[in-house]
């Protein structure tokens, strides 16, 4: 008679782990950037039942309770680090007998922000997002202006610290001085800078003439190529044996979080989720071909370029959500 | 005297939800590709401690048994779907009298495939990834012979079997009947056809002169932009009140993972992971905005594409891999 489903699960005989989401970050700020590792809640095993080969995947379901603060008294709570008004702990059953019951579920990983302010309580609110279609026409009218202003006021005073060793010279990981074709490469705050295939840096551009994707030209395609090849020979050299050039991904935002130009250079390995989805990120390999074959003397600043925005962000609320009004009256 | 922050936690007061993974996809069979909803285990919430407010953000650690086998003796197990050899079951604690422990931790979706076939087991396990470049000569040269191999010996029947209404005629959303314009779009099997917020479909196209972005050229750019129009209006028309046009994503693979032309339409909402990351997704937007700046005459097929592959891919095996190891003798 065969088995049923329930039966051959318990006969599951385990040999080897496939996969397995990495624990990064347990310990890092990566959750102050509402940015999680897609893989870090499963993992896939291999084994057998009977003589036939047998995947199992095993995936932590979701909160099922809404309002946790109840269960906080009765749970243990450990600090594992503090920062200004960020707190992160790990949360867990209490210690139970059963100690198989323990290692399958674990606990959580809890942040607190407190005081929180009206910024933070936006950032990890629920946000819809839009996807939108900028034309030339409409970035040279809205989107330009909107620009220079968030250029401007000393907005940028931290990125020109940095380029000027101002600030957080102890964190550069790769440097060219030319006022022309350097940049400084410093690891991004989500990276322990330790886990290699988490490897996340920022390269800020020394020109300051650049302040998005779209003021890129065809001219500056054998720029870019040289500094992409920087980035990620630099890389290499400073992490010898740990990462591959061919394992680094590098790519820019179009909007991006602020506006003097700068790449991303990543491990191949890191599922950056929204921050590397189309829509928000271009590959700049890809970015540099494009230029390439374009006509004399064009740029980004002449093409249509589609991404997602989210509504409640400046430019759907100031340009492309009044847009939208607009063109659905009557 | 200040509080502790482990006090402070336990002092939580809670007030609303900002944003919560969705419970989608525990009774799909999205488990079978390996494709994680990246929001799905963890949850923001706003609430005060005193008279400040405090964001709370809990997320769901990782598993920390490597053999779970041993545990499953323990737990319990309900089946929750079963097709063919894949079962999904839902695993959770014994019922305890604390029943706080058992809302915070919940349990695990499990999959189990048996028998499991090497397939099965390769596409479970970790891959490493590598960049490549691949410019037009090496696609005249190593990729357009392969491509043209995956196209034949009826390997591409399953297309032409929906194109010609000789299967999933009742899975059809969208369709455009005409031969040179038109195309079918139906769900991904990912998709459960319910959950709007994860809608995943695919558009495949009428033409079979189209094996992959790099047959695309300028002229095709109006075309594309049609196509485009018509996905997003079908959908709209077909799920009214519950999608908006620019709610719509539209985007390619490249390298796909079949060589007739097909469009991926997905809910802007849904995060799709690796399959929407820079790389190896490119947004139909920018496609064709692409195609229309270029030259008379000029194409995909002129440019360099960068993008990842994976090691045990036939592509990385055959052809990048190799050229690495060229380059790297001495």
Known sequence: MASTPEENLKRFTFERILNQGTLFPLLSIETTYNHLDTRS???NLL???????????????????????????????SLLDKNDIYHWFLV????????????????????????????????Y???????????????????????????????????????????????IIVEDPDPAEGFILLPD???????????????????????SLRDLTK?????????????????????PGEVEEDQIKCYVHYQPSYYHFHIHAVHVAHDGGEGQAVGRALLLGNVISQL?????GKGFKDLELTYFLGEESELWQGVFGKTKSRAMRP
């Open 41 to 43: 809640k499963s993992i």
């Open 47 to 77: 084994g057998h039942i009977s003589r036939s080969a047998a995947v199992l995947i095993a995936e932590k379901t979701c909160f099922d309770a809404k309002d946790l603060s109840p269960l906080l008294s009765s749970l243990q709570i």
């Open 92 to 123: 867990s059953s209490l210690p139970s007998n059963d100690a198989s019951i323990f290692a399958f579920t674990t606990g959580a990983k809890v942040t607190l922000i407190y005081p929180a302010t009206p910024q933070h309580i936006a950032k």
């Open 125 to 171: 609110s629920q946000q819809s997002l839009r996807m939108i279609v900028e034309t030339p026409s409409i970035y040279e009218k809205h989107i330009k202006p909107y620009i220079a202003a968030k250029r401007g006021e000393g907005r940028l005073n931290w990125v020109y610290n940095i380029l000027t060793h101002a600030a957080e010279t102890d964190r």
């Open 189 to 211: 705050l989500k990276w322990d800078r330790k886990t290699m295939s988490a490897m996340y840096t920022m390269a800020i551009v020394h020109r300051r003439d650049v302040a």
């Open 219 to 239: 001219q500056d395609a054998a720029w870019l190529r040289r500094v992409q090849q920087k980035i990620v020979e630099g890389i290499y050299e400073k992490y």
């Open 292 to 296: 390439e074959v374009m006509e004399e």
